[in-house]
């Protein structure tokens, strides 16, 4: 199993960046995929989370209206559109995959918002 987050860099306040996620080794379409992050001396932080059917979706309180998760199955990748982007959204953000009862986990991607 493999996911492979990439995307990340150095963002002024209030730009964009687009994250992806691309899945190998696992039925992707049947995965609930999800975004993580964890900042400077801070635990990891759930961010979003796409479903199976239909692509809903869930944020956090404090990426809700900024942020977009979406998947393409033909794909096997999630993204995580990032816009109107602030110094405390710096971290690593993490792919994650739950599939049946296993739970996989990419090696993150740093984003560091910076003026």
């Known amino acids: 199993v493999h996911l492979v987050e990439s995307g990340g860099g150095l963002v002024q306040p209030g730009g964009s960046l687009r994250l992806s996620c691309a899945a190998s080794?696992?039925?992707?379409?049947?995965?609930?995929m999800k975004w993580y992050r964890q900042g400077p001396e801070k635990g990891r932080e759930w961010v979003a989370t796409?479903?199976?059917?239909?692509?809903?979706?869930n944020y956090a309180d404090s990426v809700k209206g900024r942020f977009t998760i979406s998947r393409d199955n033909a794909k096997n990748t999630v993204y995580l559109q990032m816009n109107s982007l602030k110094a405390e959204d710096t971290a690593v953000y993490y792919c994650?995959?739950?599939?049946?009862?296993?739970?996989?986990w990419g090696q993150g991607t740093q984003v560091t918002v910076s003026s």
């Open positions: 080794g696992f039925t992707f379409s049947s995965a609930v």
């Open positions: 796409v479903f199976i059917v239909g692509g809903n979706a």
């Open positions: 994650n995959a739950l599939s049946g009862l296993r739970n996989y």
